[in-house]
């Protein structure tokens, strides 16, 4: 997942890099509190990364107060220059303004996601709205949208390159998409809407959190009887450092949750397990999540129909590679079909499994214990015995070993850059020639403040215009081991590893000159598709069996690995019915055109989901109530893109499997030059065809899954 860390627009939050804010014409004693924050002034640090050793929470609000005020100065100085429009007074003069707020907006929300501390949590409450306002201003200017619309309606002649022409029409269609061409009356409803909009995904996500962390289940010492030596010691250490020595806790988390589901033998514990977490955000306090869905879904539909769409997905999907609502749900349907069967057969086996330990009815938390106790069977595999060959430290091994066959890239252990927790590691990465790419912050542990899931995000773009360098951010939310022992993790988080890695290297290797168009700002159904595609790496033999090895340094054995890699399609049809129902509801709801005065989430969840016949032994992965993807991520109407990129990097790893080589450097250095460094300087169907020599069908994805 890519996290937008700034509410700003694209647009603008991707080109707000000008020159550092001066102290030059302020009173005293704003020049002495301006020299006090380290956010200000010049950054003298090691390549110039945000200086967190130095920054305390009262430093960002004074500091986004000034780079807000100065991103508007510069954004109304090219809106009133007297001179006619030309590109460089206009559009590169835009994606050159605004890099204080670039910077200070990146170093805060990459600590906003992942340490969500009470302090940080106001800060971020109050600045939403601000950045929200500040991005209305710019993105309504009509005066600065007279200048753009002027360059873009002579565009053709102009003289511009490829690259500029693309600058130009995508800066113009965000402004449309903004509501600049609307009326007055229109504008002014588009821009409150907005900062509505703004403040509720802040309030969605803080509440999810603050419902996380109620949701800690303190376990007995019978209760986790049976469980994996590694799970147990991080529980005990977590429930000790709670404060409940001799408990067990196990935090409301998927990578906490799903491995307890999957090898507890306590069926009570499970169901504990599994209420906290799917709960999360649909309890009966005030985190519920239910006033803030109805309200974001309601100002969505009121959006778009202002926009002239029928729906919010309508108006969403016209900026992406699936264009139409109709084009996304055919690819659905077309895998979820296919997983439903599948999902139903696997349910008969996983009945037949339980009734042997008497038990008549297989409810959701029974699932992944049974289905793993039939993998155990089916193919000699244990979860736990896999888990003692998949260290996180050999996995990050084996992660940049296969950035550097692919790629020639190396990475180097950096000390000297401050960090903004413990824990996090940085990394620089270089070229085969020694030249530096960049950096890469690895933020891989669970932390009680961070937000659920993974992602990346970017602290700085690359830009050739700006002479800037990328530094990107991946975050996990690995169960932290106990002190001494080493992080054991899962093939799936291991396959997370790599996706987030994946868009580290497409925000890392990115050639644009213009930061607009750098890195990960593609289209939400392309983005995807540079982190799923190098997923398929880490289940590369020689990979595993290089870094799949164990405390004693032993590889993995050979049966064990043909088998684990035989069980890749294993329980498919329930991974896929709860990821696709999740992206078939976040799609329908967001079809909409009215919600219903009683609107619940949870009522109408249930109900689509009995109508897509989804067994409620399996539900959904995202339910409603903490669908953070869609309600304070940037996903809305566009969870499906996660099987349309699916779609790509299926087939698009099958032209390696062609080739004869997983790591044909023919081959590597086509999808690095055609899609990792391209960015958003053309059509993603075009960057897609010029790696592959053309668009995918589902039939990949459905053989990749199993299900054909």
């Known amino acids: 997942m890519v996290l937008r860390a700034c509410l700003l627009s694209t647009a603008i939050a991707a080109s707000l890099l000008a020159s550092p804010l001066t102290l030059a014409a302020q009173p005293a004693a704003a020049q002495a509190e301006q020299q006090a924050n380290p956010l200000m002034g010049a950054w003298n640090t090691p390549d110039g990364v945000p200086p967190y050793d130095r920054i305390r929470p009262e430093h960002y609000e004074p500091a986004f107060d000034l780079a807000i005020a100065e991103a508007r100065e510069q954004s109304q100085r090219i809106a009133n220059d007297p001179a006619a429009p030309t590109f460089e007074n206009t559009i590169e003069a835009m994606e050159r303004s605004g890099r204080q707020l670039a910077r200070v907006s990146s170093t805060f929300f990459t600590v906003a996601s992942a340490d969500a501390t009470p302090a940080n949590q106001g800060i971020q409450k109050n600045v939403a709205p601000k950045l929200a306002r500040l991005s209305n201003e710019m993105m309504l200017d009509q005066a600065l949208f007279q200048r753009v619309d002027a360059l873009y309606q002579q565009r053709a002649q102009l003289g511009l390159t490829a690259e500029q022409t693309r600058l130009l029409e995508e800066t113009h269609k965000r402004f449309v998409r903004a509501g600049a061409a609307l009326s007055p009356e229109a504008r002014t409803r588009v821009a409150a809407i907005n900062e509505e909009l703004a403040n509720l995904g802040v309030a969605f996500g803080q509440k999810l959190l603050a419902d996380q962390k109620a949701n800690d289940v303190v376990l007995t010492a019978a209760e986790v009887e049976g469980l994996p030596a590694d799970q147990t010691s991080a529980a005990a250490a977590a429930a000790q450092a709670a404060g409940q020595p001799g408990g067990y806790l196990f935090p409301a988390t998927r990578s906490a949750a799903e491995p307890f589901l999957t090898a507890a033998p306590d069926r009570g514990a499970r169901e504990k397990i599994w209420r906290a977490f799917t709960f999360r955000g649909d309890n009966d306090n005030a985190n519920n999540t239910s006033a803030e869905i109805k309200r974001l879904v309601e100002l969505r539909i009121e959006r778009a129909k202002l926009m002239g769409a029928p729906s919010h997905a309508d108006f969403v999907l016209e900026d992406t590679m699936a264009k139409t609502t109709d084009a996304a749900m055919d690819l659905l349907m077309a895998v979820y079909e296919p997983g439903l069967a599948r999902a139903q057969e696997e349910l008969r086996d996983i009945q037949a499994r339980a009734a ?96 659920p899931g993974a992602w990346m995000n970017s602290i700085r773009v690359p830009s050739g215009l700006l002479g800037e360098s990328p530094i990107v951010v991946n975050n996990q939310n690995i169960t932290p081991p106990a002190a001494g022992e080493r992080a054991l993790i899962s093939l799936d988080e291991a396959q997370t590893l790599f996706h987030e890695f994946g868009h580290g290297l497409h ?152 080739a004869g080589d997983v790591f044909d450097p023919a081959l590597a250095g086509k999808l690095r030059r055609e899609v990792y460094e391209r960015g958003n300087t053309r059509d993603p169907a075009e960057s897609y065809i010029q790696f592959r020599g053309r668009m995918p069908t589902a039939d990949a994805l459905l053989r990749n899954r199993g299900l054909k």
């Open 356 to 451: 042997e330990d008497g038990i008549d009815k297989v409810e959701p938390w029974d699932w992944r214990y049974y289905a793993e106790q039939v993998r155990r069977e089916r193919f000699a595999l244990d979860e736990n015995a896999v888990k003692q060959y998949l260290p996180l430290d050999g996995m990050v091994d084996a992660m940049f070993e296969t950035t550097q066959k692919l790629f020639g890239l190396t990475a180097h252990e950096r000390t000297d850059i401050p960090v903004y927790a413990d824990g996090v590691r940085v990394f620089e990465i270089r070229e085969a020639d020694g030249r530096k790419v960049g950096l890469f912050y690895a933020d891989w542990f669970a932390r009680a403040t961070k937000r």
């Open 507 to 658: 925000g890392l290797l990115s050639t644009a000159r213009y930061p607009s168009l750098s890195g990960t700002a593609v289209a939400r159904d392309f983005v995807e598709f540079p982190s799923q595609v190098y997923e398929h790496w880490i289940t590369e033999p020689s990979i595993l069996r290089a870094h799949a090895r164990n405390a004693d340094g032993e590889p993995i054995p050979e049966p064990m690995l043909k088998a684990l890699l035989e069980a890749q399609t294993f329980n498919q049809g329930f991974a896929t019915v709860q990821q696709l129902s999740s992206a078939i509801l976040d799609m329908r709801l967001h079809k909409l055109d009215a919600l219903p005065a009683d609107f619940d989430a949870s009522a109408w969840e249930t109900a689509q989901l009995a109508e897509l016949g989804v067994p409620e032994e399996i539900g959904m992965r995202h339910r409603l109530p903490h669908f953070s993807h869609i309600f304070d991520g940037g996903y809305s109407a566009s969870y499906y893109a996660y099987t349309w990129a699916e779609a790509m990097d299926a087939d698009g790893f099958d032209a390696f499997k062609e």
